[in-house]
């Protein structure tokens, strides 16, 4: 257990940041929680995966501006184009707002910034709403994750409460919000 214990603390930050680079969210609260046990510094988390994501999407945005012809020839953005549309209607209708909140919805967080290259969006204006953005998503959900870990913890070890009711709350969060995405790119 100590040998786990051990790569987790040594390797730990290595795997936040290759995985915020991607997107993140699991890492900065896999990392917020080891963290919160005392395995980790939730400085360094916080700062890791902020920092990967902002690059990430910084690199998804340049793939997006440069590669427009590869990337059409790919299966993914032939079957994701009802995703892509919504992705686009969402960038006009909100611009800036839709830098800041696509960092939290899954499904469409790796589409925007590639999006919004395709699109010939500003690189300056993104890139500064890019940094303020993974600052804030870096900062709320590490920060939300190690306090509220705390909670949980001290919850289960003072009451009955079963274990599964979190992983089952969360699953129906992300199942309605993947449902509502689904709805909401349907042919109509």
Known sequence: MEDIITSISTYGYIIIALYSFGGGLVAIIGGAILASMGELNIAYVILLAGISNMFGDLFLFYIGKYHKKDLAKYPFFIRHRRKMAYSKILIRKYDTL????????????????????????????????????????????????????????????????????????????LFATWKFLDHQTKKR
């Open 98 to 173: 839709t830098i800041f909140l696509q960092k939290y919805i899954y499904g469409v967080k790796t589409l925007i910034p590639i999006i919004l290259g395709l699109t010939n969006y500003n690189f300056s204006k993104f890139a500064i709403l890019n940094v303020l953005a993974s600052g804030i998503w870096a900062v709320a959900v590490g920060l939300g994750t190690f306090y509220s870990s705390n909670y949980v913890r001290e919850l289960f070890s003072e009451s009955d409460v079963s274990p599964l009711i979190f992983p089952i709350a969360l699953f129906t969060i």
